[in-house]
């Protein structure tokens, strides 16, 4: 009986070898395991693979695209629109799109959420955006850790004119907002802080 490393059997199988980290991970096509712990893959893993529904004919190619406020909506149309353009002329067959109006820096958007709860669980096998900030103003890099560990291809159009320079300004005053609110909370809680601490030395003399 033939056996294989993960890297010879991903070829043999026609999957990446982050696909079989994430079958061995989900429990569809566990291997056995060396005294050093590497996946090993037998003629009989093969058959298995090839012979059951891992095939991943179930992913889908989903596109994505955000624009900040109700007021850049013909941006986010535009966005579309080059999209389209884009993944015509790249031979990308999209079967979701994902249109969406929240800032950047919200990590609780709804259609954001469900485009990453999709790479995590591997129902998509490629995520198309126009540009790096569509997804996030930052944190860009996580997620393509994310693609890359869960199989799914991060497509970037990278047109700049989707990515107006008025929704960059609003994004920096609302990091600005957010901390000028966190130290202005901190200041009062040290002015709290010292006089309870004035009060405790008061009362012990």
């Given at each position: 009986?033939?056996?294989?490393?993960?890297?010879?059997?991903?070829?043999?199988?026609?999957?990446?070898?982050?696909?079989?980290?994430?079958?061995?991970?989900?429990?569809?096509l566990k291997p056995s395991r060396t005294p050093g712990n590497r996946r090993v893959y037998t003629d009989q893993d093969v058959a298995k693979a090839?012979?059951?529904?891992?095939?991943?004919?179930?992913?889908?190619?989903?596109?994505?695209?955000?624009?900040?406020?109700?007021?850049?909506?013909?941006?986010?149309?535009?966005?579309?629109?080059?999209?389209?353009?884009?993944?015509?002329?790249?031979?990308?067959?999209?079967?979701?799109?994902?249109?969406?109006?929240?800032?950047?820096?919200?990590?609780?958007?709804?259609?954001?959420?469900?485009?990453?709860?999709?790479?995590?669980?591997?129902?998509?096998?490629?995520?198309?955006?126009?540009?790096?900030?569509?997804?996030?103003?930052?944190?860009?890099?996580?997620?393509?850790?994310?693609?890359?560990?869960?199989?799914?291809?991060?497509?970037?159009?990278?047109?700049?004119?989707?990515?107006?320079?008025?929704?960059?300004?609003?994004?920096?005053?609302?990091?600005?907002?957010?901390?000028?609110?966190?130290?202005?909370?901190?200041?009062?809680?040290?002015?709290?802080?010292?006089?309870?601490?004035?009060?405790?030395?008061?009362?012990?003399?």
């Amino acid at each position: 009986m033939g056996t294989y490393n993960i890297s010879e059997f991903a070829k043999i199988v026609g999957v990446s070898v982050h696909t079989l980290q994430r079958w061995d991970r989900e429990g569809r096509l566990k291997p056995s395991r060396t005294p050093g712990n590497r996946r090993v893959y037998t003629d009989q893993d093969v058959a298995k693979a090839l012979g059951s529904k891992l095939s991943q004919v179930d992913r889908r190619i989903v596109a994505y695209a955000r624009v900040s406020s109700q007021a850049q909506k013909p941006d986010l149309d535009n966005q579309v629109s080059l999209l389209q353009q884009f993944c015509t002329a790249s031979g990308i067959v999209v079967g979701e799109w994902f249109t969406e109006i929240g800032g950047g820096l919200n990590f609780a958007r709804p259609k954001f959420l469900q485009v990453i709860d999709g790479i995590v669980t591997g129902r998509i096998e490629c995520l198309v955006i126009a540009h790096k900030d569509r997804l996030a103003r930052f944190g860009l890099k996580l997620i393509e850790h994310l693609c890359e560990t869960h199989d799914c291809k991060l497509v970037i159009m990278n047109n700049e004119t989707v990515s107006p320079e008025q929704e960059m300004i609003q994004d920096m005053l609302a990091i600005v907002h957010c901390f000028s609110a966190r130290l202005y909370g901190l200041r009062n809680y040290r002015k709290a802080l010292r006089k309870a601490l004035g009060n405790d030395t008061r009362a012990q003399d």
